[in-house]
Each structure stands twice: as structure tokens, then as C-alpha cells.
């Protein structure tokens, strides 16, 4: 073997290590940068994953206010079911809401948790809109709905903003089925990357048709904020 050619082998076995420490190198770079951004991506999984169960959850609300109206205040839906079966028109039923709605993107078993039309269930949401609201809380879709507020708009004010508080600490009642209910809430207790009015945690998201106007949610980039409901906001019930 030639020198020239012992040369040409030791500069081709150097320029393929250069080119493998190089590699190497970019490898490392683009692992810290992974690392980097992936708690950035995390959050917007996250984002995405709330955005859509707010968005069925209003779904579900509205379906929930077709119904009440329907049956003019004197029944609520039991489960599901009855509103995934739709209402009578003529020899047909008209479609109230659809079948991917009716899951929650949250919970793990995709089953939402019904909300009572009690003081003790749904209070502790109207105090967090009353407050988010100014100490006002918005009208009711219709007067159908006064049956099922007016115990509650009292109750908010006896309340002391320190019982409110202690609401937090209280564990919720899981109910996915077979109850009469004015809306619905995630069965996930973790905290939110967005906010609904006001509240930053799953499990306190009530979609109902009450105390939240007619009008639908706003979807903001940043945040989830409520629009202020259409005419006039009315003070609570003294």
C-alpha cells in the first residue's frame, strides 16, 4: 500500500468522524430545544382540550334550555338520553343535540356530571358569575326558568362572601345518569389553563342555561370570557 493511499484512507475516516460528531452535535441541539418547548406544547394540548369542552358543554346548555322551554319549566331531562333523542315535532323529533357533545373531553370516561337545580349544587356557580358580573347576575332565557332560580337568587343574598369561599373545599357529588337535571359539569377536578367566568378549575365549569343570558360563549386566544348577556342586566332578587 502506497502512502498516498494510506493518506487517502486517513482523511476519509477523519472527515467521516467530523461529519458523525457533527450529527451528533445537531441530535443534542434539537433535544434541548424538545425539552425547551415542551411544556409550551403541553399547554396548548391542554387549551385545545378545554376550549372543546367548553364549547359542547354551551352545546349541552342550549339543548338543555330547548327542553326546558319545550315542556314550558314543568320537566327537566334525566340523562342524556333525553336529549340525545330530541323533542317531538309532528310524527318526527327534532335533533336538540349532537352525539359528540354529549361526551366530556375532560373526564376520563367522557361522561358529564349532571348538575342538580338545587341551591347547594348550582349556588356556588351563580355566586362566581354574580361576582364575576359586578355583584349582578344576568336575566333568565325565559320566565320558565324563574321555578328553578328564585330559591337560589334569594339564597345568594344571605350568603357571606366567607361561606362562598369554603365552597372550594367542598367535594362534589359525581352523577352521571338518572337525574334530573339544569346542566352539566366535568367530572376532571384539575386546575384550568383557562379561565370561566372567572373560573380557572373543571369541575366548577356549570353549562346550564341559567344565570349566563341567552347569548353564547366568547372563544378569546388567550382566555374564555362570557360575553355581557343582551339587554338589560337585572340586579338580584331582594
Known amino acids: 500500500m502506497t502512502s498516498t493511499t494510506r493518506m487517502t484512507r486517513q482523511v476519509k475516516t477523519s472527515e467521516h468522524g467530523m461529519t458523525l460528531f457533527a450529527v451528533m452535535a445537531v441530535m443534542a441541539v ?5 425539552l425547551a418547548v415542551a411544556p409550551t406544547v403541553q ?13 359542547r358543554g354551551e352545546e349541552v346548555a342550549n339543548a338543555v334550555r330547548q327542553y326546558v ?46 348538575i342538580k337545580a ?16 359586578g355583584g349582578m347576575l344576568p336575566p333568565n332565557p325565559s320566565q320558565v326558568f324563574d321555578r328553578y332560580t328564585v330559591v337560589v ?35 376532571s377536578r384539575s386546575k384550568s389553563v383557562l379561565a370561566y367566568y372567572g373560573i ?17 360563549v366568547s372563544i378569546n386566544p388567550m382566555t374564555v370570557r362570557p360575553p355581557p348577556p343582551p339587554g338589560p342586566v337585572r340586579p338580584p332578587i331582594r
Open 30 to 34: 434539537f433535544s434541548i430545544a424538545l
Open 43 to 55: 399547554l396548548e394540548i391542554q387549551r385545545e382540550k378545554e376550549l372543546e369542552a367548553i364549547r
Open 69 to 114: 322551554e319545550f315542556y314550558r319549566g314543568a320537566r327537566l331531562p334525566s340523562s342524556m338520553d333525553d336529549l340525545l333523542e330530541g323533542l317531538p315535532q309532528g310524527t318526527k323529533k327534532r335533533q336538540i343535540l349532537r352525539q359528540s357533545a354529549a361526551i366530556d373531553p375532560l373526564s376520563e370516561d367522557g361522561r358529564w356530571r349532571l
Open 118 to 133: 338545587d341551591v347547594s349544587t348550582i349556588g356556588p356557580f351563580a355566586r362566581r358569575v354574580q361576582n364575576y358580573n
Open 153 to 187: 337568587v334569594n339564597s345568594l343574598n344571605t350568603e357571606l362572601d366567607e361561606d362562598n369561599e369554603a365552597d372550594d373545599d367542598l367535594d362534589v357529588e359525581i352523577v352521571t345518569d338518572n337525574q334530573p337535571f339544569i346542566g352539566v359539569a366535568s367530572q
Open 200 to 216: 380557572e378549575n373543571h369541575s366548577k365549569w356549570i353549562f346550564t342555561p341559567l344565570f349566563r343570558g341567552t347569548r353564547g
